[in-house]
C-alpha cells in the first residue's frame, strides 16, 4: 500500500537560515512526488514535484527538494527562510500507473520567526 | 490566476441530515476529486471523477457518498446521513489534461468545513 510520512508535526527556523522539511514514502512501484503548501483559509498550493530525471527539483518561491530512491525520501529545501513561508506543508505520492488520486502525508506546519 | 472554488466556507449539520459540498473546477480541466482531512490527520483521497462517472474511489466513498456534475461548471459531493465521524474539512481538486496523468499536479480549492452535530 502506498503511504507518506511526514515525522514533524512543526519545524521551527529563524528568517534567513536554511529549512528542511522531511517526508518519506512507500510504494510499490516508482512514485511520483508532489509538494503542496497551504496558507490559512486557502487551498493547497502546489510547489513542485518529481517525476523523473534530475533528483533536485526546484519549485515555486525558491524551494526545491530531493528525491532519494535508496532512502525513499523526498525532503523540502530552501537556503534561506521568510517568515511568509510559514504555512502547512503536505507532501504527496503516487504511484506509477495506479491511477491519478494523491496519497498525502500528515502535514507538516512551518514557523520562521524574524 | 484560475482558481478552484467551494461553498460553503463552513457548513454545519445535524446528524442524519444530508448535506451538498459544491465545487466550481478550473473551467477547461476534466478531471475532479474530493478529498477530506479531518482535524488533525491526513488528507485522504475520497473520489474521481471524470467524463460524468466515478473513475477512482477509496474504502471512505461508501453509499453514503456520492457526486455529481450537475451542469457545466458544478461539481457536488452529497453525503446522504450525514454522521458525527464526517466532520472533516472537504478539498476539491481538479486537473486538466484530457487523458490524466500521474505525473499532473491538482488544483485544490480552499475546502469546506464540515461540523456534523
Known amino acids: 500500500a502506498q503511504s507518506v510520512a511526514q515525522p514533524e508535526d512543526q519545524v521551527n527556523v529563524a528568517e534567513g537560515n536554511p529549512l528542511t522539511v522531511k517526508c518519506t514514502y512507500s510504494?510499490?512501484?516508482?512514485?511520483?512526488l508532489f509538494w503542496y503548501v497551504q496558507y490559512p483559509n486557502r487551498g493547497l498550493q502546489f510547489l513542485l514535484k518529481y517525476i523523473t530525471g534530475d533528483n533536485l527539483v526546484k519549485g515555486s518561491y525558491g524551494f526545491e527538494a530531493e528525491f532519494n530512491k535508496s532512502q525513499t525520501s523526498f525532503h523540502l529545501k530552501k537556503p534561506s527562510a521568510l517568515v511568509s513561508d510559514s504555512a502547512l506543508y503536505f507532501c504527496a505520492v503516487r504511484d506509477r500507473g495506479a491511477g491519478t488520486a494523491l496519497i498525502f502525508g500528515k502535514g507538516t506546519t512551518l514557523s520562521v520567526s524574524s | 490566476e484560475p482558481e478552484v472554488t467551494q461553498t460553503p466556507s463552513h457548513q454545519v449539520t445535524q446528524m442524519g441530515q444530508e448535506v451538498i459540498l459544491r465545487c466550481v473546477p478550473i473551467s477547461n480541466h476534466l478531471y475532479f476529486y474530493w478529498y477530506r482531512q479531518i482535524l488533525g490527520q491526513k488528507v485522504e483521497f475520497l473520489v474521481s471523477?471524470?467524463?460524468?462517472?466515478?473513475?477512482?474511489k477509496s474504502e471512505i466513498f461508501d453509499d453514503q457518498f456520492s457526486v455529481e456534475r450537475p451542469d457545466g461548471s458544478n461539481f457536488t459531493l452529497k453525503i446522504r446521513s450525514t454522521k458525527l465521524e464526517d466532520s472533516a474539512m472537504y478539498f476539491c481538486?481538479?486537473?486538466?489534461?484530457?487523458?490524466?496523468?500521474?505525473?499532473?499536479?491538482?488544483?485544490f480549492g480552499p475546502g469546506t468545513r464540515l461540523t456534523v452535530l
Open positions: 510504494v510499490s512501484g516508482n512514485p511520483y
Open positions: 471523477f471524470y467524463n460524468n462517472e466515478i473513475s477512482e
Open positions: 481538486a481538479s486537473t486538466g489534461r484530457v487523458v490524466a496523468s500521474g505525473r499532473d499536479e491538482q488544483f
